[in-house]
């Protein structure tokens, strides 16, 4: 049994239809508390944040919010790194709309940090050299849109509830032109990191 520390709808999805069981226990550990100038590092760091603060409240048998014991816990933080400026969520449809413009026809990069603790481990966090802390990043080629193709896409509201402004899993989809690397890390988990970094627990 997996614990996410997310309430990310996309991430749960990716788990069920992997056939992972999973519990999610929320953070809500306050992600503007903790600033750092290289992206990679940020994420990483915000995933291990949130992280720590699940695994403080699930106690030592990671316990979901239900109770059920864990065997490992996932926290993920992903964000949108285009022409030196990084995109979480747009605070409204006037920053999705401005974002858009600019990013359409263009390369970003996705970065997702990946924090993963085991069940019974000290409450201290990996260390940033260990494979279990660890940001995976994909480039992303957005299509040029028109004016009226961004109205209708920020109109949506997709925008608003994503990293980077878009959803690769949703509307999203239609406007990436090219991607170069993890395809499930841009929607918020890389599934082949995670097939890595639990070889003991029988995923496959």
């Not at 030592?60 to 816990?73: E, I, S, Y």
């Not at 940033?128 to 660890?134: D, P, Y």
Request: aromatic share 4%; hydrophobic share 45%; proline share 6%.
């Amino acid at each position: 049994m997996l614990l996410l520390a997310s309430a990310s709808a996309a991430r749960r999805r990716l788990l069920s239809q992997a056939g992972i069981p999973h519990r999610v226990r929320v953070s809500g550990f306050d992600e503007s508390a903790l600033v750092d100038p290289d992206p990679i590092r940020q994420v990483a760091l915000l995933a291990q944040a949130k992280a720590l603060a699940v695994a403080a409240a699930a106690g030592p048998d990671l316990l979901g919010a239900d109770g059920t014991p864990c065997q490992a816990l996932v926290a993920c933080d992903s964000l949108l790194s285009f022409e030196g400026e990084l995109f979480g969520k747009p605070r409204d449809a006037a920053e999705a709309t401005a974002r858009w413009q600019r990013m359409g026809g263009r390369w970003a990069d996705l970065h997702t940090g990946h924090c993963l603790l085991l069940a019974g481990e000290p409450p201290h966090g990996p260390s940033e050299a260990s494979s279990r802390l660890e940001t995976v990043t994909t480039r992303v080629l957005f299509a040029a849109l028109d004016q009226e193709a961004i109205a209708r896409y920020v109109a949506s509201g997709e925008p608003l509830a994503c990293a980077g402004g878009f959803a690769l899993e949703g509307r999203g989809s239609l406007l990436v032109e090219r991607l170069e690397g993890c395809y499930t890390n841009v929607i918020g988990l890389s599934m082949p990191w995670l097939r890595r970094s639990l070889p003991g627990m029988g995923l496959i």
